[in-house]
């Protein structure tokens, strides 16, 4: 396996040689300059390479992948598919699937997304009426090869989308079981954020002397998104969300908690105030789940509260900031968070709460992202109850309180 970190020179569409209807689709779609992991991975898949692609969230990587096939795509049997595309989440389905249709090169180019939540007959509809691209999740994929309603056998390109995401929430058995049917002779292609042990043992296994093509350094960074935190009181974080939002006038924002019953507390909390509010999580039917993202990318939508569920694959340009209301159990968690903002090299901004209990959180986050996180305050807000004298007699509390020097919390009297 060949592995190089990219930094070529930024080059146009026009230098890629693409078959005038896609240079015509990217032109009407506003695509002007490739960026660095579409400007380093094209080239080589349209060789008919293999290719691991490795790019931070935000980079124009679905256009990477989706561009050499359609460019090489000369029409044949629409009963067919000739390429499929596997993503870890129904929400990245969805939205490979509108970028795909945004850029076809023909009407006759279609695109097919199959994932669970959806009525099995619709998906069934869409693939009788052709099918050149099929996008899912593994499971859904799965399901329909056992009941014959999709064939791979013309398949002759192949992507999986988020690899180490996959991967991680279990999804090799149904990798696997669809790699194999797949004709030998095909293109793989492999997109990932991180090169786990996992994912190189799948490429080992499912492609042919892969190229890696790394456009980030090894380590995690977020250098366009300013980073913030607060420190409060758990029962006091919703008195300062409504102060951030009146400062900060965010023009789109998602605010991200750690659990569902969480979400739909604050949705009910913020809904009086802010009318354009909505909550999105896994226990939501699929198509409320899609209407919701429909009107946030729309903008109808300015404040979405979200589970983890959201903070990959989902790419929407207009999000000016994130609030990270819980900090993220999974540090990694909070990378892919923040990394909703700052697309394709715009500015955006994060701030995270945090308890006077998860100094040890915080500074795992900077080791992570190997930064300090400045601190931030909402002049005239109380952040911590106040302190009670205790009456005499009784044993004095101890009060958490922010060692800034030290980047730890420590008890003080």
Known sequence: MTTALTTEPIIGFQDLKLIPPL????????????????????????????????AQTGTGKTAAFLIPFMNRWRGGDPSKPQAIIMTPTRELAVQVAEESDKLSPSKFFKTV???????????????????????????????????????????????????????????????????????????????????????????????????????????????????????????????????????????QCIIFVERKRGADKLYKLLKPHWPKVAATHGDLAQSKREKIMQFFRAGKISFLIATDVMSRGIDVSGISHIINYDLPN??????????????????GKSISFVTPEQGEELTSIETLINRLIDRDHVEGFEAFAPRVKPEKGEPKKMQPVYGRSRRKYTNRI
């Open 330 to 347: 999974d540090l990694e968690s909070y990378v892919h968070r923040i990394g909703r903002t700052g697309r394709m090299g715009a500015d």
């Open 23 to 54: 240079r015509d689709a990217l032109k009407h779609a506003g695509y002007a300059i490739p960026s660095p992991i579409q400007a380093a991975l094209i080239p080589v898949a349209m060789t008919g390479r293999d290719v691991i692609g490795q």
């Open 113 to 251: 997304p199959v994932y669970g939540g959806q009525r099995f007959g619709r998906q069934m509809d869409l693939l009788n009426q052709g099918c050149t691209l099929i996008v899912g999740t593994p499971g859904r994929v799965l399901d329909h090869l056992s009941r014959g309603t999709i064939s791979l056998d013309t398949v002759r390109y192949a992507v999986l989308d988020e690899a180490d995401r996959m991967l991680d929430i279990g999804f090799r058995p149904q990798i696997e079981k669809i790699m194999r049917r797949l004709p030998e002779n095909r293109q793989t292609l492999m997109m990932s954020a991180t090169l786990p042990a996992s994912v190189l043992r799948l490429s080992q296994r499912y492609m042919r002397d892969p190229e890696s093509i790394c456009t980030v350094s090894e380590v995690l960074t977020v250098d366009k998104i300013e980073q913030k935190y607060i420190t409060v009181d758990e029962e006091r974080k919703f008195d300062l969300l409504v102060k951030i939002l009146e400062r900060e006038k965010p023009r």
